[in-house]
């Protein structure tokens, strides 16, 4: 295909994770496509509490959008406000769009995810947390689902003799649909390795100071057990990212922020607007997930443009068109790495549990860095290739 003609209908992509850049790249052969996001780098952050041990991953999760499409641009802002067909974003320019493309993700506590969006202040942000913890003796964990105790393994795995408890209100590790085999199997890991883990008791108050922040506290849970520790991180809270719904796409977003959304990804009432990723209510909130919903969604997205219901305005069957593909939510499957060469899981219709050597061969060992930086356009450089080939593994 040659470069962008004006009978390309436009398709903007809000949000640059996981999900939009699979869509956007998908789409840049077939129409104009504009990817909006305010950071100035694609965040690898499945990797993000390996870079806040081992700052010398920053570079790796970090990784520039200049090579991500070759027609279609980045414009570096933030949707403001979006309904159907046209975005307004944050600077007050105004972007029409022929498809529409909710990709913008969810938040959660730093360091698992990025704040910032600038590439530099957020390895600023990060070497600033990496100094602060190496120089903590005891760290406390508050949440004990699967970025707790990754991160409790990362931290042992650097430091060992570093004293970390993991608490939580659960009355067991990892929540969700899990087997109450692999829960065991993390809580034998942990023990293993000298990580206390309180469970089934909320902390009375919240620790006094700010998480990442180098200074001594005492906690207490509701069972009565006292925590002394000279840091602190929270390791929970997905937030859905939709603020910026407004006119006939408000009423999309449910009380819980989550964007509601058909089996053919398309926003319920919508025929040009789709939503995939942690936003939307499509599946589980996994990085895996999001990348074959974009699958879908390009494809169908591509279907609706070849079968002429191009440019606005066009007649043309975008609701009703026939052969959309439906996505189907994936059983429940989980990979969670305890340190590079530790941790357990299990995989959707497997009886058994994921051994170490696999999960480290999965995630833990390279952390999947290969291959984002090659979707990205960029050499995977010292990174590995993922061994299974098929994106992040299911978490
Ligand atoms: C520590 C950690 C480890 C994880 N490990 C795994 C794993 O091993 N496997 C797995 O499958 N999943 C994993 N996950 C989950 C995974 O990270 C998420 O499911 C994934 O990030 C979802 O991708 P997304 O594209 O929907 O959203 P996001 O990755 O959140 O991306 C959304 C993007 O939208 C942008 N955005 C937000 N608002 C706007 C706006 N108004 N305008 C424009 N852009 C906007 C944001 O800046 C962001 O770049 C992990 C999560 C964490 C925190």
């Not at 942690?278 to 999001?290: I, M, Q, Y």
């Amino acid at each position: 295909m040659s470069g962008s003609s004006p009978a390309r209908p436009s398709v903007v992509v809000i949000g640059g994770g996981y999900a939009g850049v699979n869509v956007a790249k998908s789409l840049d052969d077939v129409a104009d496509v504009v990817l909006v996001e305010p950071k100035d780098a694609f965040v690898h952050n499945v990797a993000a509490l390996r870079a806040l041990v081992d700052p010398g991953w920053l570079p790796r999760i970090y990784l520039p959008y200049g090579r991500l499409l070759s027609h279609g641009r980045v414009v570096q802002d933030r949707a403001a406000k979006v309904d159907a067909g046209r975005v307004v974003l944050a600077s007050g320019e105004e972007l029409p769009a022929d498809y529409l493309v909710l990709a913008t993700g969810s938040s959660y506590p730093f360091p698992a995810k990025s704040d910032v969006d600038s590439t530099v202040e957020a390895h600023e942000k990060t070497l600033g947390t990496h100094a602060a913890l190496a120089a903590a003796a005891r760290v406390l964990l508050v949440g004990a689902g699967a970025v707790g105790i990754e991160l409790a393994g990362e931290i042992k795995a650097v430091w060992p003799a570093k004293q970390v408890t993991l608490v939580d209100v659960a009355d067991d590790v990892l929540g969700g649909p899990f087997r109450p085999e692999l829960k065991a199997e993390l809580r034998r890991q942990l023990a293993e390795l000298g990580v206390p883990v309180l469970l089934g008791s909320p902390l009375v108050t919240a620790p006094p100071t700010e998480p990442g922040e180098l200074r001594t506290f005492t906690v207490q849970t509701e069972a009565g057990t006292e925590v002394t520790a000279d840091i602190w991180f929270r390791c929970y809270g997905v937030i859905p990212v939709s603020d910026y719904l407004a006119g006939g796409l408000a009423g999309a977003r449910g009380a819980d922020g989550h964007i509601e959304v058909t089996p053919t990804l398309q926003v319920a009432g919508q025929d040009r607007v789709f939503a995939l990723g942690d936003v939307s209510t499509a599946d589980r909130k996994v990085a895996g997930a999001a990348g074959r919903q974009a699958v879908v969604v390009a494809g169908n997205i591509r279907a609706l443009i070849e079968a002429g219901s191009g440019a606005a305005g066009d007649a043309g069957a975008a609701g009703g068109a026939a052969g959309l593909s439906e996505y189907q939510p994936a059983l429940p499957g989980i990979v969670v790495p305890i340190g590079p060469e530790g941790g357990s899981g299990q995989r959707a219709g497997s009886e058994d549990l994921l051994p170490p050597e696999m999960v480290a061969q999965l995630k833990g060992r390279d952390m999947m860095v290969g291959r984002f930086a090659e979707l990205l356009g960029l050499a995977a450089g010292d990174a590995d290739e993922d061994p299974a080939g098929d994106g992040p593994p299911p978490r």
